[in-house]
């Protein structure tokens, strides 16, 4: 009795508060089910009786009235261990976990599954691997949903050799492969462009009798896209009829893409006419496909209307490929016609999408407005706009790709000031934006940053890193680099291969 009421104050000191608005919870609120605790005599695992948050209503504030301040107090624990993996609080749950534990407690197997979940979402795939080791040493049974988030989470951040351990140990545990574990597999190596190890998978895939779904044969026709093959790939459009598949949204994006690449433009218009035909309604993503491929043949004015059509399909414009758009009329001189697009988005009342990227035209087309992040910000927000990390993470960018570093480095601090978390993405900006500006030894002392301050650097890190020494024509130090990124655990991708073999036939011939 004398343990479990220092646990119950333990807690009510210890536990960080979970708020939403006023509420609270009553007894009225609790119901038992099982919880796990470690008996401390002989370290065995067990199941108590704990009470549960009603769903309804997950808040505490006077929770402590209950006959078994133990049992509650572990309950709350996971409860709220849960709560904040919801909310993408990672870190309060990181520490609930470590009281927890101090107690002489483990967390029950749903909050393990969380945290794993939201620790791999977040790139923090050691603390994920380890949370996970842990389950198993404790007795623990996880299903295939959490092998696969871990599986996830190690491809995410390009680190294959662990990936493929991890492969390994479920085989040697008798866990079998679902369809979503293939999927994973097909999505890393078709992005890295790993031809034979898709193959594989999908020969695996034949061999166990899993059926090839609209997903699979889209990630085989962008393979064979980004291989060079685009005959096979329009071939591998009549094997999924014969098997009477039929053609999703996502298989016609992939064919329209590989017509775009290769100048078919005649074609991937006449599969973009047929899939409406079907009834299937073009996304963003085909909207995007269109919009950039003619963009780059130099059909501006296809381009354009491809654009209106999308706005009026009440689609929002891709900051990437708008600014693709921009960059092409902006070449040309014709700065009249961007504003002329962007008040028509304003008279569709998209005045939103409107104030937002005429501001990014003002920096693209260096008018002398906006070259300041902070006028920006202050401009969005008159209109009424709370910048959001995305917005900071477009608006960084669109500096970047001017090369205005110091711009670059004010809106990250100008972020930070709204009280969002830096995160990879916006220092591999940073790291582009010095590249651009030829300020190589800046883009290092900012990968340094990131050695330095804990964060993972993934294989955009290394790849931006790397293209920032070959513009400064530093080629000697691009094997470095990647060395350092294979060291490290990161698979490189086939960009950094490339840029790799670019950096090695320039040192032979120097000597």
Not at 74 to 81: D, Q, V, Y
Not at 261 to 277: I, R
Not at 448 to 462: F, K, L
Not at 499 to 509: D, K, P, S, Y
Request: proline share 3%.
């Amino acid at each position: 009795m004398k343990f479990t009421w220092a646990c119950t104050m333990r807690l009510s000191w210890l536990a960080p508060p979970l708020t939403h608005g006023s509420c609270s919870l009553n007894r009225s609120h609790l119901k038992f089910l099982c919880c796990s605790r470690t008996d401390n005599n002989n370290n065995r695992v067990k199941q108590v009786a704990i009470p549960e948050f009603n769903k309804k209503n997950a808040i505490c504030k006077h929770p402590f009235e209950s006959n078994s301040g133990e049992d509650l107090s572990t309950e709350l624990h996971n409860k709220t261990i849960q709560e904040y993996c919801k909310i993408g609080d990672v870190d309060n749950a990181m520490k609930l976990v470590a009281q927890l534990e101090a107690m002489g407690f483990h967390p029950n197997s749903i909050s393990y599954g969380f945290l794993i979940d939201s620790l791999g979402s977040v790139g923090r795939t050691l603390e994920a691997d380890v949370l996970f080791q842990e389950m198993m040493y404790l007795g623990f049974k996880p299903r295939i949903r959490l092998f696969n988030a871990l599986l996830k989470g190690f491809l995410k951040k390009g680190l294959l050799g662990l990936a493929v351990k991890f492969l390994v140990e479920m085989d040697r545990m008798g866990v079998c492969k679902n369809q979503e574990t293939y999927e994973i597999l097909l999505d890393y190596y078709v992005s890295a462009g790993r031809l034979e190890d898709t193959w594989m998978v999908v020969n695996e895939m034949k061999t166990n009798g899993i059926q090839m779904s609209s997903f699979v044969y889209g990630k085989v026709i962008r393979l064979y896209r980004d291989n060079g093959m685009w005959k096979k790939a329009i071939g591998l459009v009549e094997e999924i009829r014969e098997k009477g598949i039929s053609l999703d949204r996502q298989i016609y994006n992939s064919i329209i893409d590989t017509f775009g690449k290769y100048g078919e433009l005649g074609e991937a218009l006449e599969v973009f006419e047929k899939m409406k035909q079907e009834s299937i309604v073009p996304d963003i993503t085909t909207w995007n496909s269109l919009i950039r491929w003619h963009c780059k043949a130099g059909d501006l004015t296809k381009a354009l209307q491809l654009f209106t059509e999308m706005h009026e399909q009440g689609l929002y414009p891709d900051p990437k490929i708008l600014m693709s758009l921009i960059s092409r009329l902006g070449e040309l001189g014709k700065w009249d016609v961007i504003k002329k697009n962007f008040e028509n988005m304003k008279c569709r009342g998209r005045q939103e999408v409107g104030a937002i990227y005429a501001m990014l035209v003002d920096i693209y087309g260096q008018y002398g407005r906006f070259q300041d992040a902070e006028d920006f910000i202050t401009a969005l927000k008159s209109e009424g706009f709370l910048p959001s990390a995305s917005m900071f993470c477009v608006l960084a960018n669109a500096y970047a790709q001017q090369g205005f570093c110091e711009q670059t480095v004010k809106v990250l601090q100008l972020m930070e000031a709204e009280g969002i978390e830096l995160n990879i993405i916006m220092l591999n900006v940073l790291i582009n934006a010095f590249g651009i500006a030829g300020r190589h030894e800046e883009a290092l002392s900012i990968y340094q940053h990131i050695r330095e301050s804990g964060i993972s650097p993934d294989v955009v890190t290394y790849s931006t890193l790397m293209k920032a020494f070959i513009r400064a024509k530093k080629f000697d130090k691009v094997p470095e680099i990647y060395k350092e990124m294979e060291s490290y655990g990161c698979t490189p991708d086939r960009k950094a291969r490339q840029m790799l073999q670019t950096a090695l036939m320039v040192l032979e011939r120097r000597h």
